[in-house]
């Protein structure tokens, strides 16, 4: 089954087709600077073992339409090309970040699911628009195909409620839908999946720690979420690139009331100009990295605050799962940066976690274990894979009716 993965954001389009149900991706991709100055393609093929990379810079790529027609023209060209013709894609699985309460599984997308899609874009306004966006483009480009959905917020649809409820009047739980849904759930399942297989216990009690742009922990169980750091939106919990994380909501109503701020220009200020950005200038731990090597107080500082709040959830989240088997770190810092590793595992030993520091520093892009030999608590560091855990979901759910 050729199944087609797609996560679009406002300008940008990332793709990954699979034939499942081998794991290879034929080819994987990403499109950026949509409906902007210099727009650019970036494009793998995968084949015999050997990965060719074909890059283009379109004179212009006015909207996700023209993206995905021109990731067509690659996935259909006659010396490179991996399909003979759009027909040979017999699905579309699509990255949807919010699903509500109304999706708690992966779902063929109709009329009723897009509509629903659509009611929930003042729940995620930075993400459920460019995925909706993504669907209709994917219906134009491949009429033929399946399209399904496999919702961020799925995973956690199994959060107790005593973790999912805020302490307002119900109400606005009831009317509004005001209460923790939790994102990054494809990417916590993957990686607690993977982590229970490896250490051979369905059952192992795991903290997963997706650390990319957007970051976010999960306490998970048994193959359960139960509970996790982002909630209503995807601000809440842990510092990240460009968002504060957990804030005393007092802050928002001083910025509106005494400082000046629109609800629009607060709203940005939290998602956009804040976390790591906002206390060191650079939001790329990479160059955050870079300026610390430097002797740059500022980012030592926050990499001390980023690492102390994953910290404070591993303390939190041993208490949520009443004692830890693993942690498991992940995604594009998680998997890549040692001394937040390092940092965020400092001063949680009574925990019994303690990490091997040379195998901290090795890089393989493989599962691998760092904690020491002898610790009761592994520490894991696993690749996620969003696309294939997306493309799988959507075999999973489809491959009967073939
Ligand atoms: N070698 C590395 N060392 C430290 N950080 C890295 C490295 N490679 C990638 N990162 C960081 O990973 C983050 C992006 O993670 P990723 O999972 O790709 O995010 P997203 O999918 O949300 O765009 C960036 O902050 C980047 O600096
Ligand atoms: C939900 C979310 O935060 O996603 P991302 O990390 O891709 O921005
Ligand atoms: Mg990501």
Redesign the pocket.
Known sequence: MNIFVINSGSSSLKYQLFRLPAEQPLCSGLVERIGLAEPRITHKVFAGGEEQVIRQSPTQLPDHRAGLQAVLQLLTDATLGVIANPADIEVVGHRVVHGGETFAATTVINPAVKAEIKRLFSLAPLHNPANYLGIEVAEQVFPQAKQVAVFDTAFHQTLPEQAYRYALPEALYRQHGIRVYGFHGTSHKYVAAQAAAYLGNPDARLVTIHL???CSMAAVRGGRSLDTTMGFGPLAGLVM?TRSGDLDPSILFHLIEHLGYSPPEASNLLNKQSGMLGLTGY????DI?RALDEGDERARLAYELYAYRIKKYIGAYAAVLGGLDALVFT???GE??PLTRRLACQGVEFLGVRLDEEQNQLRNGQLREINAADAAVKVLVVPTNEELEIAQQCYQLLADSY
């Not at 939001?283 to 990479?286: G, L, N, P, T």
């Open positions: 990319g742009n957007g690139g939001s790329d731990m990479r990295g995604a594009g810092v890549n940066d």
